[in-house]
C-alpha cells in the first residue's frame, strides 16, 4: 500500500521541480513509512517548499474542534504556517504570493461532515482564481469506497460542515472529491491527482497494514471513524456524542437518560451489524463536563453491514420516546438555523423525527436523491 505522497516521491517529484509549493497538510499527512510529508518534501533537493498551510485542528492535529487557529512560523522547517481555520478559510494572494502550485495531503474520514473536505473545496477555488495548480496526494477512505448512505446537502445549508451536495456518507476518497467538485461545479483548477497503490474500494484502512494516525482530537481510531457518519448528528441536540471520553463517538448520552433503559429497546430493534451497551460517563470536557450521564456504547460487530446513519436516527427516536421532553434541538443564536439541521443538510430529518416518522421511513424518503448522486459519482472513481 502506497499513499499518494508515496507514489510523488518515488515516481512523479518532477510535478514539483521548478515550482514554489503551498503544502496543505496536518498530523495524518505521513508517508507509508510515517515521515511526516513537510519533513519529506521540506528536505527533497529537488522541492522547493515555500509556505504551508493548516485546517481545522492546526497543522499539528492538536487543537479541539471549533477552536480558531492563528498563523505561525514553523520551528522546525522556518517556514510560515498560514491557518484554513481562523481569519480565513481559504488561501488568499498575499498567502499564495511565492506559490505557483498547492499540493494537499491530508487523510480524510469518509463523513460530509469532516472540514477538510471544505478546506480542500476552498484551495480548489482559490487554486482556480489565482491560477495557481493544485496537486491532490490521494489516500484511502478509511471506511471503504462502496458504502454510501445518508441524505443529500440541500444547497440552502450549505456550509463549512457541508460544504458541496454529497451524502453523509459518500465512499470517495479525496482525490475523487476533488475531480468531482472541479467539473460538477465548474471551478475550472488546474488538478492533478495523485492516486495512492494497492488499495480497492472495499477495504477498510486496518486492511491496509498501515498504522492508523489520529485524523482529530476525537477520531482517535477507526472505530470512532466508523461510527462517526451516525454518531456526528448528536453534535446537534442535547445529547453527548462522547467528547471529553477515551471513546469519543461510540459513547453517547446524558444526565437524564437511563442507558440500560436505552440500551434495552434499541437491541430489541436488531439493528444490523452494531451491538449496544448500557453505561454510565463523566465527559471530562464538552456537553455536561463533569456530570454523570446515562447513555450507551455501540459496539459495531459486523461493519460491512453496519448503516450508522441509520443506526443514529434509531438511537433518537428511541432517545424521544423514552425520556419525552427532555431532547432539544439547538438553534445557533449567530443565524437562528438548528444546529442538527446545518449537519444533516435539511430540515427534513429534524421535521420528521419531531412528527414521528420511523427511521425506515426517513431513509426511504432520500433514497431517490441517493441514487441520483451514485450516476453521477461513477464518472470520478479512480479505483476498483
Known sequence: MQFGVDVLLREQVDLLEGKGIGLVTNQTGVTSSLEWTVDALHKNPRVRLT??????????????????????????????????????????????????????????????????????????EAAAEQNKELILLDRPNPITGTAVEGN???????????????????????????????????LR?????????????SIWYDETALPWVMSSPNLPTLDAATAYPGTCLL???????GRGTTRPFEILGAPWIDGFKLRER????????????????VPAFGKFAGETCGGIQLHVRERRRFRPVLAVLKVLRAIMDLFPGKMEFRRNPRDDVYGFDRLAGTATIRQELLAGVEPEKIEKNWQKELKDFLAKRRKYLLYS
Open 51 to 124: 509556505c504551508l498551510f493548516g485546517p481545522e485542528h492546526g497543522i499539528r492535529g492538536d487543537m479541539q474542534d471549533a477552536a480558531k487557529i492563528d498563523s505561525f512560523t514553523d520551528s522546525r522547517t522556518g517556514l510560515k504556517v498560514f491557518s484554513l481555520y481562523g481569519d480565513h478559510y481559504k488561501p488568499t494572494p498575499d498567502m499564495t504570493r511565492d506559490v505557483d502550485a498547492l499540493v494537499y495531503d491530508i487523510q480524510d474520514v469518509g463523513a460530509r461532515y469532516y472540514t477538510y473536505i471544505a478546506t480542500m473545496n476552498r484551495c480548489l
Open 152 to 186: 443529500v446537502l440541500e444547497e440552502s445549508y450549505r456550509s463549512f460542515v457541508g460544504e458541496r451536495p454529497i451524502p453523509i456518507r459518500y465512499g470517495m476518497t479525496m482525490g475523487e472529491l476533488a475531480q468531482m467538485f472541479n467539473r460538477e461545479f465548474g
Open 189 to 201: 483548477c488546474d488538478l492533478t491527482v495523485v492516486k495512492a497503490k494497492g488499495w480497492e474500494r
Open 235 to 241: 453534535e446537534g441536540v442535547n445529547v453527548s456524542e
Open 266 to 281: 434499541l437491541t430489541g430493534e436488531a439493528l444490523p451489524g452494531v451491538a449496544f451497551r448500557g453505561l454510565c460517563f
